[in-house]
């Protein structure tokens, strides 16, 4: 039973509900591979400090191996009563190979045990992230390749204010994608630090070679050096790195609902920008009618869920004291549920904007679907082009303040007379400035507003075919 994994000293076995409210090897069970990896790495570096016997270490290998088999299959039988993935396979292997199992956590504590898993553990799961982050940056950069030559309104407060290409507008995703990336890199850095060696809180008697361990683990820099913790009580109690991950994942959610928000948008009847595929809408039980853009819908709702689970970490590390506190026990299901969470998003939006790979064809099928038609059409409205009027009269040698006034009585009378600017007569034009001659409708031509805008970073398909050049090398 549980009381036997720590002492004699307890004098009545735990209550039930107390063993439930303390138990979290329903859930930290997930970290078994990365608490087996710190075990074997541990064990290792006992052995060769001759702490412990090489065949200590090899009946503890032998076992583990074991043990690994016996969870792939689905055949171990985790305990309740055994608190969490550590004790459970800590006992199981004692169970399989008897003292050497027991002189495994020499040197060793829980705390430092499970700050190592978590670490190792989230390292593998930061680099899937990235995977996927560089899949949905992919699938948004085909998207864009495809249509640098669409226009559709750009807006500001959501009212129309210039034309863009879509491409461009797709690439401003890819840029947010990209930092997101760039973080969860960063991130992984800090990660990826060992603290085991700092023992319960204060560091250990036994001559362990904590370096050691950490290059079997893969944690060292850039520079192939190890990256240990350098204060026992820090190493066993913080996990500013959780929340840090977490606030990374928050962001990349907030993009994701940014996004989502736009997908819904343009997928309204009222706009009909785009479509996606079926297989990512539903119906409605009632208006046969309805397709219905859940997915995106979802991932902008579950972008709350993230961050409610960073505000949940932030506030679980506040007054914690000195060291390890049990409160630290609750970081996990928040950070599991974000990782899971961050990856199936990532890995929906991907397929849903750039389509699934068919290995007949080798190429994409059933991206999101662009109504070029609609887009213009939209572009035409709500008199996008009036800041290249202006612009106009600037290089006609008005003073910009005075071009803006001029135009906004432009606006005012072809608002009143229901047309576009294109469509007032050169005469009525020259009626607010003389300087205006016939080149003036090729300015305020959609596309002519757009190629104008060569500048870096800017909307001119010029300019958006070199950002993208630039990302598909980067991405290739
Ligand atoms: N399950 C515990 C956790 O997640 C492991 C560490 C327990 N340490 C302790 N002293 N009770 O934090």
Redesign the pocket.
């Known amino acids: 039973t549980k009381a036997e994994a720590w002492s004699a000293l307890f004098s009545e076995p735990m209550s039930d509900l107390v063993k439930r409210y303390t138990s ?1 090897v329903f859930f ?1 069970k997930r970290m078994w591979q990365a608490d087996i990896q710190g075990s074997l790495a541990h064990a290792e570096m006992l052995s060769a400090q001759k702490i412990i016997g090489t065949d200590d270490f090899a009946s503890i290998q032998k076992g583990m191996a074991q043990i690994t088999s016996e969870i792939e299959a689905g055949s171990f039988e985790w305990k309740l009563d055994l ?2 993935v ?1 004790l459970n396979i800590e006992a199981r292997l004692t169970a399989l190979v008897g003292d050497a199992g027991k002189r495994l956590h020499t040197g060793r ?3 430092d ?2 700050a190592t898993d978590v670490r190792l553990w989230l390292r593998g799961e930061i680099d899937l992230i990235e995977g996927l982050l560089k899949e949905l940056q992919l699938s948004l950069v085909e998207v864009a390749a495809k249509n640098v030559d669409v226009i559709l309104p750009g807006f500001t407060h959501l009212q129309v204010a210039q034309p863009v290409s879509f491409g461009h507008h797709m690439l401003a995703y890819v840029e947010m994608f990209k930092r997101d990336a760039e973080r969860m890199l960063d991130v992984r850095k800090r990660v990826n630090v060992l603290p085991l060696g700092s023992a ?1 809180l204060a560091g250990t008697t036994y001559p362990l070679d904590r370096e050691r361990v950490a290059k079997t683990l893969g944690m060292v820099n850039d520079q192939g050096e190890a990256c240990v913790s350098q204060n026992s009580l820090d190493g066993v109690s913080d996990r500013d790195f959780a929340i840090e991950f977490t606030a990374a994942a928050s962001l990349c959610m907030v993009h994701v609902s940014r996004l989502s928000e736009e997908l819904i948008i343009w997928m309204s009847q009222n706009f009909g920008f785009i479509k996606i595929a079926d297989r990512f809408t539903t119906g409605s039980s009632i208006m046969p009618q309805k397709k219905n853009p859940d997915v995106p819908e979802l991932a902008r709702g579950k972008t709350g869920r993230v961050v409610g689970h960073l505000m949940g970490l932030i506030t679980l590390m506040k007054g914690q004291p000195l060291a ?1 506190n ?1 409160d ?2 609750e ?2 299901e928040p950070l599991f549920d974000t990782v899971d969470t961050l990856k199936d998003t990532l890995r929906i939006f991907a397929e849903m904007i750039g389509g699934q790979l068919n290995p007949a064809t080798g190429t994409k099928e059933g991206g999101i679907t662009v109504n070029a038609e609609n887009m213009r059409a939209a572009a035409l409205k709500g008199y996008a082009t009036a800041t290249d009027l202006a612009d106009y009269l600037v290089k006609k040698g008005l003073p910009f303040r005075d071009a803006h006034e001029t135009v906004a009585h432009a606006v005012k009378l072809a608002t009143m007379k229901g047309v576009d600017l294109t469509e007032l007569p050169l005469a009525e034009l020259q009626a607010f400035n003389p300087n205006i001659e016939a080149d003036v409708f090729e300015a305020l031509s959609l596309e002519g507003s757009l190629n104008a805008r060569n500048t870096l970073g800017g909307t001119a398909p010029a300019q958006v075919r070199i950002q993208l050049a630039k990302h598909q090398a980067r991405l290739a």
Do not use: I
Request: proline fraction near 0%; avoid cysteine.
């Open positions: 979290s930290d608190e969490d550590h504590s829980r705390n045990q499970v319960a390890y049990k630290n026990q970081d996990k």
